[in-house]
């Protein structure tokens, strides 16, 4: 019994991190219709910068999060402006420069950063364990979880109960009716997607003290976030949560049961099969093509 | 008709042991001209078919251990353990040839497998894909997933595939009694060869009515549905063929290289033709060819260096943002608007004001 | 006459909007067919219908005793039903040539067009047709580059290189001038007869220069029937077009 409740445990600690991954990535796919494959890059930019103000700047991880997310979103900000704004109606092009990004912001940090590992602390007030159901798990763990939800939270709110959420979701709907009704799309989509930037470089720096920080860290972020995305659906943020825990259970079994390889391929052949017979995700109705 | 440029390539591609009197420069511009051919390859199915396909070193890394595994089979008994079984399969205790392998002890089934095996997995993953009708991002999806599955299992299963470190020691190839020396002449003008081939026959299909379709339906699928043709049909032939030209190249690497390797197969490769593709020119043949060689051949002499080579990949990642932002039709398109103005000037200066820039685009 | 083209208590709904509810019309060979009726009355649908691009939720198609609602798209245009869109629908990345090319869509397999001999053979075809949409000069430039009324004709210019027995026109003189219009209905006139056409249409002028009989459609059915005179007498057209201004302004 504790060995499955254990378990659960394990998968709900991934599934957080997914979700905290998945989201910006499922709102900006999901409102903007681009695959973001800087994605991952940006939860690298995320944890160097968490890196960056531990060891120069005697920042906290705590006191960073905000800066981390400015600074990145500001990131996004610039690529959406100068890049992708000029690639209206051509999909699979922005697939391709968003791909060319990543590689530019992963080349930079190795350039500048240099390509050895980084650490970063725990925040001291969360470096112990709390007892749950008996078992022992880590304080910081469970933080992430607090903060993942406060996160979802937080977009829901944007998108569903605010001014710019609802223009996001006019020009989602008709992006030239939104627009003759004085909304301007390219300010929209430009905060949209540093959003999006700023919530992938939050999942960063939060996941930096888990995990050692490296330029190509965020290559595989960006595929588990992206499967993720697909199984919940593209506009259902509800969705996205369900998947991130469903797909945290998963792969917390099949790691447990299987090894690394097998997993890996299962995962795949799960999106391939996923998208060839339900493109829309698996938590959304289907609507008039 | 745009044949002049693919004539005028083939020409200088068979020159080239003329001025290059090194071999050892011969066998690496040989390895970027089979390079070249697997951006044909891909230029086929995504410049004019508008397949974005980002697992197109699928078919590549096929035809290479195709062609690596009837080669190893062929150093029996020199790399071989007792009963002919390929060192590696040794090591890790397989007690008989698996019987996949059979076959390949002839040298003209593998030759065969190397182009019809990755035709018939493109065949059926398109037509797993084309059936159901899933466009534009979700295909690159599908590919690249498929092709890191792969790549997994043959990492994994060490000992059919020789795993991670692919299938080394291999024999020269022997054709016709000609011997095939990864620095010799034979096999550049065997690449050569292959390079007209492969740029002649992506031409003529091109230039078919069934290619004409295949554009139609890169432009508007749906259309073309409505004039009567089943638009997955062409879709999965214009994939197989891709799959066919690039089984070829994967062959050849595997001659020019000496060994078979999973990266053959790998995320690395596959994005890099398509950055090769982009920067030459994704809907020309020549176009997409010279990026590869070019963009290849400079990584190559670069690579010298561990730092030029990391401010390279930043430079070729910059490059490639400016190609696909400001370049859809890459360098080979910038040619064009080149030539047309040039040609556009001399006939205005010469007073004949019309019949100017009669071409088809996305030719040659 | 037998009857040709056969729909037969078709409804579609979408989300629970009947777009159709068991919408009837039967057209006769050669016949040229008008189909108008108020905004959303389900005239666009009706043609989706037919050419496949919509499955009907319920009812039947026939076309020369073929089941078209069991087809395919494109088993539906071998079978001889051609379709021009309300949105002019061109290769744009292909020449004017090349477009007709398309569209004669004689041999639609894929060994079938696998000969290399793109060009000279059938270049005359491929002229005369420019010629009859008036796009003779423009042969080789890309689509992209025509005026949104040369698209149109483009279209059409494809519909007759189909030479599809029937032939679906879905506002084909939007966006074009009074003069390309009564060139329009010129070329209808010299299609009908030979081929079968429904047209759907919101310019009455042109709608009486080259209907035969014409069905008003209103709310995802049929209204009612027959000559244009008849058409405007009918009460129940003159009430469901009230507030509109009568269906001379539709």
């Known amino acids: 019994m504790d060995q499955f409740f254990e378990q659960i445990i394990t998968g709900l600690s991934i599934g957080s991190i997914l979700l905290l991954v998945a989201l910006g990535l499922s709102i900006i796919y999901g409102s903007m219709g681009i695959i973001n494959l800087a994605h991952g890059e940006f939860v690298m930019l995320g944890a160097y ?16 999060l905000i800066p981390i997310f400015v600074a990145v979103a500001l990131i996004g900000w610039v690529i959406e402006r100068f890049v992708l704004s000029l690639l209206n109606n051509r999909p699979l092009d922005t697939i391709l420069a968003t791909w060319g990004v990543g590689i530019v912001l992963q080349q930079g940090v190795r350039l500048t950063v240099g390509s050895e590992l980084r650490y970063v602390q725990l925040p001291p007030s969360l470096s112990d364990s709390m007892v749950i159901v008996g078992l022992s798990v880590s304080s910081y763990r469970v933080f992430l979880f607090l903060v993942t939800i406060v996160l979802f939270a937080v977009t829901w709110l944007l998108m569903n109960r605010t001014t710019i959420g609802m223009k996001l979701r006019a ?70 949560v369900a998947s991130a825990f469903i797909l945290g259970q998963l792969s917390g079994a099949i790691a447990f049961l299987q090894n690394d390889t097998v997993a890996k391929a299962l995962v795949l052949l799960a999106i391939v099969v996923l998208i060839r017979f339900r493109p829309e995700g698996l938590f959304t109705t289907r609507v008039r093509a | 008709m745009q044949i002049a440029p693919i004539l005028i390539v ?51 890394g096929i035809g290479s251990y195709a062609m690596a595994m009837a080669l190893k089979l062929k150093t029996i008994p020199v790399h071989t353990g007792s009963g002919g079984l ?26 065969a497998a190397g182009i019809i095996v990755p ?23 599908i590919t690249l997933a498929t092709m890191v599955v792969l790549n997994l299992v043959i990492i994994d299963q060490q000992s059919y595939t020789g795993g991670f470190n692919g299938i080394t020691d291999l024999a020269q190839l022997e054709l016709f009694g000609i011997a095939f020396d990864a620095y010799g002449r034979a096999t550049f003008y065997l690449v050569a060869t292959c390079v007209m081939l492969s740029l002649l026959v992506a031409f003529a299909f091109t230039c078919s009515r069934a290619g004409l379709i295949v554009q139609a339906i890169r432009d508007h699928e749906g259309r073309v549905r409505y004039f009567g043709y089943d638009v997955a049909t062409y879709q999965i032939f214009v994939f197989a063929l891709s799959a066919a030209i690039a089984g070829l190249a994967g062959m050849l690497y595997t001659i020019v290289m000496e060994f078979a390797s999973p990266t053959f197969l790998g995320v690395q490769l596959s994005l890099s033709v398509v950055v090769w593709c982009a920067v030459g020119g994704r809907q020309s043949l020549v176009g997409s060819f010279l990026g590869a060689v070019l963009v290849a051949g ?27 932002l400001f370049l859809p039709k890459g360098l080979a398109g910038l040619a064009q608007v080149a030539w047309h103005w040039i040609v556009h000037r001399r006939q205005v200066t010469q007073g004949i004001a019309h019949g100017v820039g009669r071409t088809r685009e996305g030719s040659a | ?64 005793g073929a089941a078209l609602h069991e087809l395919e798209e494109h088993e539906i245009a071998r079978a001889g039903v051609g379709r021009k869109f309300q949105v002019p629908s061109v290769f744009r990345d292909l020449t004017v040539a090349e477009n007709l090319e398309v569209a004669r869509a004689g041999r639609p397999g894929v060994w079938a067009n696998l000969r290399w001999d793109l060009g000279q053979a059938r270049r005359p075809n491929v002229e005369r047709l420019a010629e009859l949409v008036g796009l003779a000069e423009q042969l080789d430039r890309p689509a992209a580059y025509l005026s949104h009324g040369q698209t149109q004709w483009l279209e059409i210019g494809m519909l007759v290189a189909q030479d599809a027995d029937l032939i679906l026109m879905d506002e084909p003189t939007a966006g074009m001038t009074a003069q390309e219009t009564r060139k329009t209905a010129e070329l209808f006139g010299r299609l009908k007869g030979k081929h079968t056409l429904v047209v759907v249409e919101h310019d009455m002028g042109f709608v009486k220069a080259i209907g035969d009989i014409i069905s008003v459609m209103h709310m995802g059915q049929l209204l009612a029937e027959g000559t244009a005179a008849q058409v405007e007498a009918h009460p129940e057209v003159r009430r469901a077009y009230l507030g509109s201004g009568g269906i001379t302004n539709a």
Not at chain 1, 49 to 64: I, K, P
Not at chain 2, 30 to 55: D, E, K, M, P, Q
Not at chain 2, 299 to 324: I, K, N, R
């Open chain 1, 49 to 64: 910068t968490a890196w960056l103000l531990q060891s120069h700047f005697g920042l906290g991880l705590l006191a960073s």
């Open chain 1, 171 to 240: 020009i989602m709907q008709d992006r030239s009716v939104a627009a003759s009704f004085g909304i301007n799309a390219k300010r929209v989509y430009g905060l949209t997607f540093a959003y999006g930037a700023g919530l992938a470089g939050l999942a960063g720096a939060l996941v930096s003290p888990l995990k050692s920080v490296s330029p190509d860290m965020g290559t595989g972020y960006v595929v588990d976030a992206f499967m993720v995305v697909v199984l919940g659906g593209v506009q259902s943020l509800a969705g996205t």
């Open chain 2, 10 to 60: 083939c020409a200088v591609v068979f020159a080239l042991p003329l001025v290059l009197n090194n071999d050892f420069l011969l066998n690496k511009v040989a390895r970027y001209l089979v390079l070249g051919i697997l951006t044909i390859s891909l230029a086929l199915s995504w410049g004019f078919g508008g397949i974005l396909n980002l697992g197109q070193a699928m078919s590549f």
């Open chain 2, 86 to 111: 390929p060192d590696f399969m040794v090591w890790n205790n397989v007690a008989r040839l698996p019987w996949f392998w059979e076959p390949f002890k002839s040298i003209s089934f593998a030759i």
């Open chain 2, 119 to 141: 035709a018939l997995v493109a065949a059926g993953l398109g037509w797993f894909i084309f059936r159901s009708r899933v466009t534009g991002v979700y295909v690159s999806i």
């Open chain 2, 298 to 324: 400079m990584q190559g002499a670069l690579s010298e260096s561990a730092a030029f080579l990391e401010t390279w990949t930043l430079v070729m990642g910059v490059l490639f943002v400016l190609v696909v």
């Open chain 3, 1 to 64: 006459m037998t009857t040709h083209l056969d729909l037969r208590d078709i409804s579609v709904s979408f989300n629970g909007f009947k777009a159709l509810n068991g919408f009837n019309m039967s057209v006769r060979k050669g016949e040229l067919r008008c189909l108008i009726g108020p905004n959303g009355a389900g005239k666009t649908t009706a043609l989706d219908i037919i050419c496949g691009k919509v499955k009907p939720t319920a009812g039947t198609v026939t076309f020369d």
